[in-house]
């Protein structure tokens, strides 16, 4: 039914506004409608806290109690059905009298997997799955990535020159050299604070010595992950310091990083470089989304940029103040 595609749409919208703080929960909306008319809404508060279905509910039964029996929640995840940082969100349902209930999608975590849906059956409750579920994976691809396949949500991104170039051959060690400009490089920072993990090379971290922090931008930064194969990068550097959490990896091989990286229960990681590093996941098949910038320079000579396979398929393309930012997706997941 189209109505219910309006309501979901607007769940999605709520939802949105718990990413990144939800995480490593899905950030979830959820609308409650009288009628034809919306009484509340409620999404997912920062980890630990109030799901969207709490928030919901508890804004109804402040204002409008009367009414919740006879009105339809929507909500774009399956409610949840175990006790975690809070209780089962379908037991509230439950409770609250709610009769009908419309579902974007399955909840994939083992936890969950359908046990919502199941109870809020059992209860006597009419509920309809199945609304706009493409978008509600979307919205929470990297919480499904990481319950679906057992690793991250990963994220390449590099910056080229015009002419295929992500590092000159020679460099000034005193100047760091910029292929972008200060408003990219300020988007780079707000992707950063989006995700879990950010992971680069050895020789990325000694050519460069990055934080890798959001410092211009405000948010929270990622944990920082370094493949150091040989046990040697200084205890001076930068990516060392107290800014942020960091994790040094012996292993350079994509399956077991990401194997890894599951284990420290981060369901998104940017890998930011170096050439090789990138070039090792495009090549092992073990990533989802890549964000290319294409600055206004030529080097002429250097270190090339990764190749890209046939699986790359860009989704979009815009200019930032002359910088070219291309987006692509892996067409084969």
């Known amino acids: 039914m189209k109505i219910h595609n309006t309501y979901i749409k607007r769940c999605l919208e709520l939802a949105k506004n718990g990413l990144p703080e939800a995480m490593p929960n899905p950030s979830v909306g959820a609308v409650l409608v009288y009628g034809d008319t919306i009484i509340a809404e409620g999404y997912t508060t920062a980890y630990g806290g109030s799901h969207a279905e709490v928030n919901c509910i508890a804004f109804a039964k402040a204002n409008h109690p009367e009414k919740i029996e006879k009105s339809t929640l929507y909500v774009s995840l399956e409610p949840c059905s175990h006790y975690g940082k809070t209780p089962p969100c379908a037991d509230l349902v439950i409770d609250s009298g709610i009769k009908k209930v419309v579902v974007g999608t399955l909840d994939p975590f083992a936890k969950v997997a359908g046990n919502g849906i199941k109870k809020l059956i059992q209860a006597g409750i009419d509920v309809t799955v199945g609304v706009l579920e493409a978008e509600c994976y979307e919205l929470n691809k990297r919480f499904f990535t990481f319950h679906k396949l057992n690793r991250p949500y990963i994220i390449l991104k590099w910056a080229e020159t015009i002419d295929g170039f992500i590092a000159p ?11 972008t400009n200060t408003y990219s490089r300020q988007l780079v920072h707000k992707w950063r604070a989006e995700e879990m993990g950010i992971l680069v090379g050895g020789k990325t971290v000694l050519a460069d010595n990055p934080s890798l922090t959001t410092r211009d931008w405000e948010g929270n930064s990622p944990v920082r992950i370094v493949i150091d194969t040989k046990g040697t990068l200084s205890k001076d550097l ?9 994790i040094v990896l012996s292993e350079s091989d994509p399956e077991k990083i990401c194997e890894l990286l599951f284990k420290e229960e981060l369901q998104s990681v940017i890998i930011e470089g170096g050439a090789q590093t990138l070039q090792r996941f495009i090549d092992s098949n073990l990533w989802d989304e890549a964000r290319v910038f294409v600055g206004q320079s030529h080097f002429k000579n250097g270190t090339k940029a990764p190749k890209r396979s046939s699986d790359f398929v860009r989704l979009s393309s815009e200019s930032i103040k002359g910088d070219i930012l ?8």
């Open 169 to 179: 051959e020679t460099r000034d060690a005193q100047n760091p050299v910029w292929i």
């Open 238 to 246: 930068a990516i060392f310091d107290s800014s942020a959490k960091t």
């Open 326 to 333: 291309n987006i692509y997706k892996n067409s084969s997941h």
